[in-house]
């Protein structure tokens, strides 16, 4: 079906669309649907351009708005109403996903199949080595990853914010009557260029659900004001500490194999 170019995902519409309004939430809601924007973007098949609100359930739940932001807008060929967004415009897809993890099925059947028929040390070797080798391989983009990160969070701009609203969500458990509660607070902020940018905040905010009304700092990248963060020395631990991650999983799949051998 990819090779004939007929998946789900290259059979779908993408467009990028961009938005003009957006709704400030109300203090004490629900965060659930994201914040409310209207999106215009242009149909491909009449020319004509298209304004669409994210009410209801609309794909990805937009938790950075600001006018103007550029947002991915899909819908099935030929079902231009049944729309849906993503934070960022996206490239189409081959619609591998699933084949592929059927394919990671297989493998992982045919390694049990010879774990039982060789021996159990085989499937310390059949899980150990390929997936180290395959963490292994992806270890010099995870570096560069962190410091292409480290370079973007020092060059960050540095404004102030406010908590504009805390959102609160109560969920009962069916089955034990259980409820637990969600705070999302929202932060409303303005960059040097002047773009009003409200945003869901989850973290890096102490005592978030009496934060309303509170001033901020917050960093962001100056040409992504959807990458902020209100705690960078947070943020640039963080990114150390997903590497020495990457490396002790490495380590330990590599032993395992290894483990595997000896016991052979």
């Not at 209801?56 to 899909?74: F, K, L, P, Q, Y």
């Not at 963080?238 to 020495?244: A, I, K, L, N, P």
Request: hydrophobic fraction near 40%.
């Amino acid at each position: 079906m990819s090779l004939a170019g007929v998946t789900k995902a290259q059979r779908t519409v993408r467009l990028t669309g961009r938005i003009e309004r957006v709704r400030e939430p109300r203090h004490g809601g629900s965060h659930k649907g994201g914040i409310s924007v209207v999106v215009s973007y242009r149909d491909p098949a009449s020319g004509q351009e298209v304004t669409v609100t994210n009410d209801g359930e609309r794909g990805e739940m937009i938790t950075v708005a600001w006018e103007g932001r550029e947002i991915g807008v899909s819908h099935p060929r030929g079902r231009p109403h049944a729309y849906r967004f993503s934070n960022s415009p996206e490239e189409p897809g081959r619609g591998l996903f699933w084949p592929g993890f059927a394919l990671f099925l297989v493998y992982v059947g045919l390694v049990v199949l010879v774990a039982v028929d060789q021996g159990w040390p085989w499937a310390l070797i059949g899980f150990g080595g390929p997936w180290a080798v395959f963490a292994a391989a992806h270890l010099p983009g995870t570096i560069r990853a962190k410091h292409d990160r480290l370079a973007r969070l020092a060059a960050m701009d540095t404004v102030q914010g406010r908590v504009v609203a805390v959102l609160k969500d109560v969920s009962v458990d069916q089955d034990d009557g259980h409820t637990w509660t969600t705070i999302t607070p929202v932060v409303s902020f303005t960059t040097r260029a002047g773009t009003v940018v409200t945003a869901h905040c989850t973290s890096h905010l102490a005592d978030p659900a009496n934060s309303y009304g509170r001033d901020v700092t917050v960093h962001h990248t100056p040409a992504d004001p959807a990458d902020f963060t209100l705690d960078r020395a947070a943020q640039q631990r963080s990114e150390g500490q997903d590497v020495t991650f990457n490396v002790l999983v490495i380590v330990v799949l590599a032993a395992t194999a290894v483990a595997g051998v000896v016991f052979l």
